[in-house]
């Protein structure tokens, strides 16, 4: 069993610390996180420091990290962890529950969580450190950009395409064909019946009004 070390130690982190035990793939080290250094987090887990210390664990022989931070609103702190994971040389596997569904041809970047009972088919391409959170559902043929964040209980329905740093909300569904820009937000609920571009907010349930998040 390979160890890995995790980045965050917020409501995200309890969500992916579950699937690496029942993964049973991995040994978790501990937590870096700045702000509860020293505590401990969950099941026993503890936080040992912070990303200053991420090359120090490197030399004493941890080559796996996952970040466990949340999208937070925008994608930012995510890729700037993940930037320095790679400078330092760190292995990004993907951490996919058990429980989920994960279609042979389906391909997926580094990095990229997948949650309970979420189902990603045929064909479908998710790029790295995305969240695909419980019980989402890509279809065939579905394109998910790098640092995405698809929560719990939405549907992209067959050849729908979502852009890079792109947020879509619980409950959301995407219909067959859409595609949603980088940076973008659908918000929770949100049934999306025609494309959009980039940086914007759609907020209605049939998705008439949308703004500029420019």
């Known amino acids: ?15 992916v610390i ?8 991995y040994r978790v080290v501990g937590f870096l996180d700045k702000e509860e250094c020293g505590k401990v987090c969950y099941r026993g887990y503890e936080v040992i420091g912070d990303d200053d210390d991420l090359s120090r664990f490197y030399e ?3 080559r796996n990290a996952f970040v466990t931070v949340g999208f937070l609103g925008r994608s930012t702190v995510r890729n700037r962890l993940y930037d320095r994971l790679k400078e330092i ?15 042979e041809d389906a391909a997926l970047g ?19 450190m995305c969240i695909i959170n ?37 409950g959301s569904t ?10 973008c937000i659908v918000a929770a609920g949100v049934t999306l019946r025609k494309s959009i571009g980039e940086q914007e907010l759609a907020y209605e349930m049939s998705t008439k009004r949308t703004r500029s998040l420019k």
């Open 1 to 15: 069993m390979e160890d890995i070390i995790l980045l965050g130690a917020g409501g995200h982190a309890k969500s």
């Open 18 to 25: 579950d699937c690496i035990e029942r993964q049973g793939k």
């Open 60 to 62: 004493q022989g941890v």
């Open 89 to 103: 040389g760190y292995r990004l596997p993907n951490i996919i529950d058990p429980s989920a569904v994960v279609a």
């Open 110 to 128: 580094e990095g990229t969580f997948v949650g309970k009972l979420a189902m990603i088919n045929a064909d479908a391409k998710i790029g790295s």
């Open 134 to 170: 419980s019980g989402a559902l890509i279809e065939h043929e579905c394109r998910v950009g790098d640092f995405s964040h698809i929560s719990v209980g939405t549907v992209l329905c067959g050849g729908v395409a979502v852009g890079r740093s792109t947020f879509v909300g619980a």
């Open 174 to 183: 995407l219909i067959q064909g859409v595609t949603v820009g980088d940076g």
